[in-house]
């Protein structure tokens, strides 16, 4: 690929329809020369991904983050609703390092950073309290991936984490593609294999807030989660092996409602998490691909659907954002103002042995795929 040329900004115009009323708007491009660096020997870089109605995504091969998301509202304006930096040494500085970030070997926590697998006891970092969360010190979300821009909506990522890196058994070998399908869909899909029997759970941490990146709240989002149950977890955020359901609780979004409705609810769980922070129980019915939840924001009309083969979503409201994060446009991402909504296996899956397995061994193909869905609501 041509290396970008330095200027000051880039503004890409383009005009798009909402109903008969055609708008003509104007984004705001990050410098692609703010993320040029070469970093443990590979080169890090800013792809843009643009589908045919005008939406527009800014991805990072440093951690394959996913630096802007930009869509409509039903006035046909536009938005980046993820957040996240201008360029990449606020990322590299940045104590909240998962922002748009692919997430493993392990997404989520495994309980004192331990597991046994066939015998043998693994020892992990202990980067969460004293358990082990996101696949440790320098996950996935902190390495260089080989990147290659297939097309003007797709793009590929490849790395190769090596038997024992961050304590996991194995080499395993994991693909990413990200595509801006012509159906307003943020596609992401992952592949691994291994040579040794190991544990994975592969997912992505975008932050979303539908209103914009560090416009405001997100507790008058609406919310539905397809699941009946969820798994409650100790004081250390480890599910307690229980799968419990939701009926008559602050949990149950089977229901589309305000994420804020009930967050303060007197709850032992919501006093754990400070809010929502917890893995739901998906309701499954075809072996492929399901429907797993949708937010809708009232006022701008942006809707959000999630869709996956995964067993599990977690749900993340944003409760550990206090403002000290300065974000794109100088904006600061305080307290409740971003929400995530994680596909996945379940934490602690290795050392619960009910909990769907997370093993992979040598000649199995791990896949795995998320669907984040745009459109509006009337």
Request: hydrophobic content about 35%; some cysteine; proline content about 3%.
């Amino acid at each position: 690929m041509k290396k970008a040329i330095l200027i000051i900004s880039f503004l890409f115009t383009f005009s798009i329809t909402v109903g008969q009323n055609p708008k003509k708007m104007s984004i705001t491009l990050l410098k692609k020369s703010d993320f040029e660096r070469e970093i443990d020997g590979k080169q890090v870089r800013l792809y843009t991904l643009k589908n045919h109605s005008g939406m527009i995504s800014e991805i990072t091969n440093y951690g394959g983050k996913v630096v802007s998301l930009w869509t409509p509202d039903r006035k046909g304006h536009y938005e980046d609703i993820v957040l996240g930096y201008s360029n990449l040494t606020d990322y590299l500085n940045s104590k909240e390092k998962y922002f748009g970030a692919l997430i493993g070997r392990y997404g989520n926590r495994i309980a004192n950073g331990k597991f046994t697998l066939n015998g043998k006891e693994y020892d992990l970092a202990q980067n969460n309290g004293r358990n082990h969360l996101h696949g440790g010190n320098k996950g996935l979300e902190s390495v260089i991936w080989d990147a290659v821009q297939v097309d003007h909506q797709t793009l590929e990522l490849r790395y190769e984490s090596k038997n024992m890196e961050e304590g996991y058994p194995g080499n395993l070998v994991v693909k990413v593609v990200y595509k801006l399908t012509n159906n307003n869909e943020l596609k992401i899909e992952y592949w691994a294999s291994t040579d040794a029997p190991t544990v994975v759970n592969l997912t992505h941490h975008s932050f979303f807030n539908l209103k914009g990146a560090g416009n405001g709240t997100i507790n008058n989002h609406l919310l539905q989660i397809n699941a009946a149950y969820y798994t409650p977890v100790d004081d250390g955020l480890i599910p307690t092996g229980e799968i419990a359901s939701l009926e008559n609780t602050a949990f149950d979004f089977q229901k589309i409602t305000a994420i804020g409705q009930r967050v303060n609810a007197e709850n032992q769980q919501l006093k754990y998490g400070l809010g929502y922070d917890h893995n739901f129980v998906l309701n499954q019915k075809l072996e492929g691909l399901n429907y797993a939840a949708k937010v809708i924001e009232p006022v701008s009309g942006r809707t959000m659907e999630v869709y996956t083969n995964e067993p599990g979503l977690q749900f993340y409201g944003g409760n550990f954002l206090n403002g000290t994060e300065i974000g794109k446009k100088s904006k600061a991402y305080e307290y409740r103002t971003a929400f995530c909504l994680e596909t996945q296996h379940f934490p602690d899956s290795p050392n619960k042995n009910h909990f769907p397995t997370t093993t992979v061994n040598p000649g199995e193909k791990y896949y795995s795929i998320c669907i984040y869905k745009f459109f509006i609501s009337k």
